[in-house]
């Protein structure tokens, strides 16, 4: 039976409820401590809930676990259930209720409904992903109402600090604090008297964070060596030469081909070098530029659908088959993105497919693409840097969808 797309309340659930306890008093207290995190226990007033968090590492289930300090059953990606060994821990200690791509969306809340019936909490991450840039991701408006249908009590968990010392794209570790807790519990008596816009703006208030932000407020040092390394993963565009794809990271420093240099801070924050301009302090004011900026570059091919407006060569491509395993199809293909489509190109093998085609483009860990239409799924892997976020906010452009 396929596990995805079933709610089976079987023996695990006993099993989890008691291996959780002493595996956060034993493993997880220990872990959370080591890690730096700092934060105050909280007891929540019900015993089952829907726990909605923010989201910055990969071990925020760890974090929410050791502060809640109960099992929590998490709503979770299939592609980190498919995570190696850590895809396998999670699927045996935490029976995840797993988003699947071919998975409708109602039969998702279904099985998170059945599971908050069962009496067990419900945790979800509700921007669906990590932080690109250090700020928080959309929330679906969608969200508010399955939380008026689950009539059940909220609570809404807010951390921050994760994303400077784990950002997506690093290529070494750091050490630095990271914060977290409870913001609200909303009771359902709460819940039931709110209008749907009204819960809408009271979660995306709780759980908004600018890491920037946070980090000027209450500043800390997040140490290690090569803070800048790949984070032209994030910020593809230069603000000084306007172009793409000419932006190199090595040690502490990105620089441009154009002579633009500024260096990366273990404060977290750009900085100039020697006496040189700096045009963007940090990572999410640079990022909201280049999405604007970018615009201009793709509005001079509307008239051009024969020269590729981004080009990467050394991809690797793997497909994601419908029972949830992979093939591995390449090594060294070329993936390109025109005005009206995407191509890709390896030995024998010549795919392309509308931006109309294409159902879902996202940026998965370090510099993975996923890209889904109805016939396939390509997990887009790269040998060598490059921006996968080029790729997305393009593509939302260019179909008139908002860039969150």
């Known amino acids: 039976m396929n596990e995805y797309k079933t709610y089976q309340p079987k023996w695990y659930f006993v099993r989890d409820k008691i291996l959780t306890p002493p595996a956060i008093r034993f493993i997880g207290m220990p872990a959370a401590k080591k890690l730096d995190f700092r934060y105050t226990p909280y007891k929540p007033h019900?015993?089952?809930?829907?726990?909605?968090?923010?989201?910055?590492d990969?071990?925020?289930?760890?974090?929410?676990?050791?502060?809640?300090?109960?099992?929590?059953?998490?709503?979770?990606?299939?592609?980190?259930?498919?995570?190696?060994?850590?895809?396998?821990?999670?699927?045996?200690?935490?029976?995840?209720?797993?988003?699947h791509r071919d998975r409708p969306g109602s039969e998702l809340i279904k099985d998170i409904k059945d599971?908050?019936?069962?009496?067990?909490?419900?945790?979800?991450?509700?921007?669906?992903?990590t932080s690109y840039n250090g700020e928080s991701r959309f929330i679906s408006p969608n969200t508010a109402k399955m939380i008026k249908d689950l009539d059940c009590?909220?609570?809404t968990f807010r951390s921050y600090g994760g994303y400077l010392r784990t950002p997506r794209w690093r290529t070494s570790s750091r050490k630095g604090p990271l914060f977290g807790g409870v913001v609200h519990e909303y009771s359902k008596e709460d819940?039931?008297?709110?209008t749907e816009e009204e819960i809408y703006k009271a979660i995306t208030d709780d759980l908004y964070v600018n890491a920037f932000e946070e980090q000027r407020k209450n500043p800390h040092k997040y140490t290690g060596e090569n803070l800048a390394e790949h984070c032209e993963?994030?910020?593809?565009?230069?603000?000084a030469c306007k172009t793409v794809g000419r932006l190199h990271s090595k040690g502490n420093l990105l620089k441009c081909d154009c002579g633009y240099t500024v260096e990366f801070g273990e404060d977290g924050l750009f900085h100039a070098?020697?006496?040189?301009?700096?045009?963007?302090?940090?990572?999410?004011?640079?990022?909201?530029?280049?999405?604007?900026?970018?615009?201009?570059?793709?509005?001079a091919y509307k008239d051009n659908t024969e020269e590729p407006i981004f080009r990467d060569e050394h991809q690797t491509v793997t497909r994601i088959e419908n029972d949830g395993g992979k093939t591995h199809l390449t090594e060294d293909a070329v993936l390109e993105l025109y005005h009206d489509r995407f191509e890709l190109h390896w030995d024998g093998m010549d795919?392309?497919?509308?931006?109309?085609?294409?159902?879902?483009?996202?940026?998965?860990?370090e510099q993975c693409l996923f890209l889904i239409t109805d016939d396939v799924y390509y997990e887009i892997g790269s040998k060598v840097p490059r921006s996968p976020i080029k790729y997305v906010d393009a593509w939302r452009y260019l179909t008139g969808r908002p860039n969150y």
Request: charged residues 25%.
């Open 153 to 155: 009590d909220v609570i």
């Open 273 to 299: 070098v020697n006496g040189g301009e700096l045009l963007q302090e940090d990572l999410v004011a640079w990022d909201h530029w280049q999405r604007t900026a970018v615009q201009d570059i793709l509005d």
């Open 58 to 99: 990969k071990l925020d289930p760890l974090y929410e676990l050791v502060t809640l300090r109960t099992y929590i059953r998490f709503v979770a990606s299939d592609h980190v259930v498919r995570d190696g060994l850590f895809g396998k821990l999670i699927n045996f200690f935490g029976t995840p209720i797993v988003k």
């Open 351 to 365: 795919w392309s497919a509308s931006h109309k085609e294409v159902k879902r483009l996202d940026f998965m860990k």
């Open 115 to 129: 599971t908050i019936d069962a009496g067990i909490p419900v945790g979800l991450h509700a921007e669906g992903g």
């Open 46 to 56: 019900s015993k089952t809930f829907l726990m909605l968090a923010n989201h910055n």
């Open 191 to 194: 819940i039931q008297k709110m």
């Open 233 to 239: 993963i994030i910020v593809y565009e230069c603000p």
